[in-house]
């Protein structure tokens, strides 16, 4: 069967959408004509690929495997649009930046704010995600890079990785465990205070579990969340010990302090990941540059 871009361009904004309407008025035709399109692409496959009913159209099971595979190959496609119109001078042009809040804001905002004032012609856009799933994003050519914790499982070799900061994590809290300030403390110890925690889904907790099996220590966290920055808010207020990586907070505040633990943590690396195939688009280019 030929390819016939046009009707797999027609799926794609309807299943985007998930109106008929909605990708009629973004491709400037007719509904009649994204119906009488969908019907000829169906055909073609043997297949049906929406559910309609009067007030909702929703994937069938074949649309969403049809909508897995096309959605990657129209991002490439928005990507080489996107990188032809960048050729000359950076006159307009964006990026696409995968990270999860705590790389965003507390590593990446002076990057960000540079970069700006050298090309303040340039969108920036920032994806705000974990670690594993800005991987996933990168996989689909949703972004065009990534800035990731390392180490993260999820990082294929299909994938450029390039370290750009070395840091620890740590465990602070607040006056309210005053005893501690100064004191020698070993991981097992910890086991006697409130611990609060980053989500076992998050690469940060993924590594800290993996490095406690090593020690042969087991600590269960009194509360588990998705932000860093709650940590540290929670650690304000007196609610516990939170382990949280060193960039994310100035230890010049008074009110918090560093606990001295007697076992050496590993340090962790922050590293730009991008796909090996697929080239950077201009604006993304000189952002790397703005890192290095």
Request: glycine share 2%.
């Amino acid at each position: 069967m030929p390819l016939n871009y046009e009707l797999y361009k027609v799926f794609y904004f309807v299943a985007t959408n998930l109106s008929f309407s909605k990708a009629a008025a973004e491709l400037y035709i007719s509904q009649s004509a994204v119906s009488q399109n969908i019907k000829n692409l169906e055909k073609e496959l043997n297949t049906k690929l929406f559910i309609r009913n009067t007030k909702e159209v929703s994937l069938t099971q074949a649309g969403k495997v049809l909508f897995d595979h096309i959605e990657p190959a129209f991002n490439l496609i928005k990507t080489g649009e996107k990188n032809i119109k960048e050729l000359n001078a950076l006159k307009r042009g964006e990026i696409h930046i995968g990270a999860n809040d705590t790389i965003a804001k507390d590593y990446l905002l002076p990057y960000l704010n540079e970069f700006h004032k050298l090309y303040p012609q340039i969108h920036i856009q920032i994806t705000n995600r974990t670690s594993s799933t800005c991987v996933e994003l990168l996989k689909q050519n949703a972004v065009d890079l990534i800035i990731s914790n390392l180490p993260n499982p999820k990082i294929s070799s299909d994938m450029l990785v390039k370290e750009i900061f070395e840091f620890e994590d740590i465990f602070i809290c607040s006056n309210n465990f005053k005893n501690l300030k100064n004191k020698e403390v070993t991981l097992k110890d910890l086991k006697n205070y409130p611990l609060l925690m980053l989500e076992a889904k998050t690469s940060t907790r993924k590594f800290f579990d993996d490095l406690l099996k090593k020690y042969n220590i087991e600590l269960k966290p009194e509360v588990e969340l998705g932000s860093v920055d709650l940590l540290i808010e929670m650690t304000r207020i007196g609610l516990g010990i939170a382990h949280v990586p060193q960039y994310s907070l100035n230890l010049s505040q008074k009110e918090l302090f560093k606990i001295k633990l007697k076992e050496k943590l590993p340090q962790r690396k922050l590293a730009v990941v991008r796909n090996k195939e697929y080239p950077l688009s201009k604006a993304a280019e000189r952002f790397l540059n703005v890192l290095a």
